[in-house]
C-alpha cells in the first residue's frame, strides 16, 4: 500500500500563487508517474500534470505556461507550483500515483481562486 498525503491548499486572489505538496510512503517502488488532478461538481476528474521517475512532465491544455510540476525522488514527493491563478482553477486538487499495476489516490485538498 501507498499513502498520499497531500499539503498547501487554500483560498487565494485571481493572480496569485499556490504550491501544492504530495509526499508519498509506505510500498514505494522507484519507477512511477506521479501528478495532479482536479474536480469540481458535476464534471470528471481532469488532469493538471504529472511528472514521472525519469523527470518527463505532461500538463493539462488549460494550466500550460502557469503551472510546474517537480520531483523529489528522494522525500518521494513532488510539488505543483501554480502561477496566474485564475476563478476556473478553483477545484479539489487530487494527488495520483501510479506503480507497477497499482493506482493510489490522496485525499483532496481545495483549491479556491476568489476576491
Known amino acids: 500500500q501507498v499513502q498520499l498525503v497531500e499539503s498547501g491548499g487554500g483560498l487565494v486572489q485571481p493572480g496569485g500563487s499556490l504550491r501544492l505538496s504530495c509526499a508519498a510512503a509506505?510500498?514505494?517502488?522507484?519507477?512511477?508517474?506521479m501528478g495532479w488532478y482536479r474536480q469540481t461538481p458535476g464534471k470528471q476528474r481532469e488532469l493538471v500534470a504529472s511528472?514521472?521517475?525519469?523527470?518527463?512532465?505532461n500538463y493539462g491544455n488549460s494550466v500550460k505556461g502557469r503551472f510546474t510540476i517537480s520531483g523529489d525522488n528522494a522525500k518521494n514527493t513532488v510539488y505543483l507550483q501554480m502561477n496566474s491563478l485564475k476563478p476556473e482553477d478553483t477545484a479539489v486538487y487530487y494527488c495520483?500515483?501510479?506503480?507497477?499495476?497499482?493506482?493510489?489516490w490522496g485525499q483532496g485538498t481545495q483549491v479556491t481562486v476568489s476576491s
Open positions: 511528472i514521472n521517475s525519469l523527470g518527463s512532465t
Open positions: 509506505g510500498s514505494i517502488f522507484p519507477t512511477y508517474t
Open positions: 495520483h500515483r501510479a506503480q507497477l499495476i497499482y493506482d493510489y
